[in-house]
C-alpha cells in the first residue's frame, strides 16, 4: 500500500520566517499534488507536478517534484498570517484502484 | 458554476437516526469521493465512484453505504449514527488534466454531530 508521509506535522513561525514542508513515499509517484485547507473550509489545489525534477512557484509558494519522483516540497517565503492552514499532498493510488491518496498533512500556523 | 455541492453544512443526530448527505458536482466529473475529517486530522477515504452505477470501499466504510445512480450525485447514507461517526465530511470530484495529474474539487463540508 502506497502511504504519503508528510513532515513536519505541525509548524509554528514568526511572519515573515521561510519554511519547508516535504511529503515522501517508498513508492514513485505518477504526479503529486498540493492543496491548503484553511479552517471550515474544503481542501483547495495549489499545484500539480508531473514530471521529475519539476519546480513550480505559485508568489511566494515554491514547489519541487524530487527526480525520482517520490517525494515533493513545498517551501514558503516570507510566510505570512494568511498561510495559516493544513497542507496535504495527494496522490493516485498505483494500485489501479482510482484512489486518491492524501498525507495526514502539516498544520501550519503563522504568528504575527 | 457551482462547483462541489455539499448539503446540509450542519447536523446534529441522536444516537441511532439515520441521515443522508447530499452531494452534487455540475462538471459532468465522472470520479467521486466522499472523505471524513477528524478534528485536528487528515482526510480518510469513506466511499468512491467512477461513474453512474459504480461505487466501491475506501478505508473507513463501515456504517455507511453510498449510491450513485447519476454523474452529478453521489449521496452518502449513514443508517445508524454512532457517536464515532461524528466528524466533518467532504464530498469531492476529479478531474484528469491532459497533461496529468488529479485535480480533485471539494465541497465546503458538512459537520456533524451525533449525541
Known amino acids: 500500500t502506497q502511504l504519503l508521509e508528510q513532515s513536519p506535522q505541525f509548524l509554528s513561525i514568526q511572519e515573515g520566517e521561510n519554511l519547508t514542508v516535504y511529503c515522501n513515499s517508498s513508492s514513485v509517484f505518477s504526479s503529486l499534488q498540493w492543496y491548503r485547507q484553511e479552517p471550515g473550509e474544503g481542501p483547495v489545489l495549489l499545484v500539480t507536478v508531473v514530471t521529475g525534477g519539476e519546480v513550480k512557484k505559485l508568489k511566494r509558494l515554491t514547489f519541487q517534484f524530487g527526480d525520482a519522483r517520490k517525494d515533493s516540497s513545498l517551501h514558503i517565503t516570507a510566510a505570512q498570517p494568511g498561510d495559516t492552514g493544513l497542507y496535504l499532498c495527494?496522490?493516485?493510488?498505483?494500485?489501479?484502484?482510482?484512489?486518491?491518496?492524501f498525507g495526514k498533512g502539516t498544520r501550519l500556523h503563522i504568528l504575527p | 458554476n457551482a462547483g462541489v455541492t455539499q448539503t446540509p453544512k450542519f447536523r446534529i443526530l441522536k444516537i441511532g437516526q439515520s441521515m443522508t448527505l447530499q452531494c452534487a458536482q455540475d462538471m459532468n466529473h465522472n470520479y467521486m469521493y466522499w472523505y471524513r475529517q477528524d478534528p485536528g486530522m487528515g482526510l480518510k477515504l469513506i466511499y468512491y465512484?467512477?461513474?453512474?452505477?459504480?461505487?466501491d470501499k475506501g478505508e473507513v466504510p463501515n456504517g455507511y453505504n453510498v449510491s450513485r445512480s447519476t454523474t452529478e450525485d453521489f449521496p452518502l447514507r449513514l443508517e445508524l449514527a454512532a457517536p464515532s461517526q461524528t466528524s466533518v465530511y467532504f464530498c469531492a470530484s476529479t478531474y484528469t488534466p491532459t497533461g496529468g495529474g488529479n485535480i480533485q474539487y471539494f465541497g465546503a463540508g458538512t459537520r456533524l454531530s451525533v449525541l
Open positions: 495527494a496522490t493516485r493510488s498505483m494500485n489501479r484502484d482510482d484512489k486518491i491518496i
Open positions: 465512484s467512477v461513474g453512474a452505477g459504480i461505487t
